[in-house]
């Protein structure tokens, strides 16, 4: 049996996992309870009354999630820059140190963080999978495009995961210039892994968002494309140009790919 058939883990050596969406659920298929969503658009509101864009208070959360999908990169400033331009706050060519965006992300993070904190949980099955992974001895990483506070908030108060990561293992928004699905994340990503180019196939990323999958599939990695019932189909996932190796609805199905029981 070649190795691109085999299941079980022994065949790979680290797990990269995206974390939005991916370990911890800010529920972008309900509008209503969305994190990113409503922080999102309360701190733009808060950022229209700072600077006289009052039209900037009425940005709904579906106008948010839509100019997130239209950013340049899979990132809160990407999405933020869109909007700002939108409403004529910004001009010209997207720049993520723009001060006036730098001071939006601060306030959307604050508002973000409270309330991953008092209402954030994760996606169903992934703790249970990285404690079972843990046991395995089998190196895991995080390649995100969020900030490391949030981050480390998730891992520490929803997944109950702090442990399994040091610093180095955690690819974040402050360790980049270039964000998903710009390869950079993911050669950071195999860096920390300690693997060579030549090894990359034993390298795992689990991925919730097709963009993002297509590079990881595209420099050589094991993607896991995430598809999660009622936000992402796995049709979404056979779109792109280098669609994942294997796509799952559920964390359990990747722990029954990975010979692991949780």
């Known amino acids: 049996m070649s190795f691109m058939h085999r299941r ?26 969305s994190l990113h969503g409503r922080s999102g658009c309360d701190a733009l509101a808060e950022f229209g009354r700072r600077y006289g864009f009052p039209a900037l208070q009425e940005v709904t959360i579906a106008e948010k999630s839509h100019d997130f999908t239209q950013a340049d ?21 997207y720049d993520p140190h723009h001060p006036q965006l730098v001071e939006l992300g ?5 508002l973000y963080e409270k309330m ?9 099955g ?8 843990a046991e395995t001895g089998k190196k895991q990483l995080i390649t995100s495009s969020s900030p490391y506070r949030p981050i480390e908030i998730g891992l520490t108060h929803v997944l109950m995961a702090k442990h399994i990561f040091n610093r180095g293992d955690i690819i974040a928004e402050e360790d980049v210039s270039r964000f998903k699905p710009h390869p950079e994340p993911f050669s950071k990503a195999l860096l920390a892994a300690d693997l060579p180019i030549s090894r990359v196939d034993r390298l795992i990323h689990v991925e919730d968002t097709p963009r993002n999958a297509n590079t990881a599939s595209r420099i050589g990695m094991f993607a896991i494309g995430l598809a999660r019932p009622g936000i992402t189909s796995p049709d979404e996932f056979l779109k792109v140009d280098f669609p994942p190796s294997l796509i799952v609805e559920s964390h359990y199905e990747i722990a029954d790919f990975l010979g692991l029981k949780i």
């Not at 659920?25 to 509008?31: A, E, Y």
């Not at 991953?116 to 994760?122: A, S, V």
């Not at 992934?126 to 992974?133: D, E, G, N, Q």
């Open 73 to 93: 990169d899979h990132s809160v400033a990407g999405g933020n820059w869109v909007t700002l331009k939108r409403y004529g706050a910004v001009s010209g060519d």
């Open 116 to 124: 991953l904190i008092d209402e954030g949980k994760e996606v169903e």
């Open 8 to 33: 079980g883990i022994d065949r790979f050596e680290a797990i990269s996992w995206d974390f939005d969406d991916t370990l911890t659920d800010n529920f972008p298929d309900d509008l209503e309870k």
């Open 106 to 110: 601060k306030i959307k993070a604050e």
């Open 126 to 133: 992934a703790s249970a999978l990285l404690f079972a992974i």
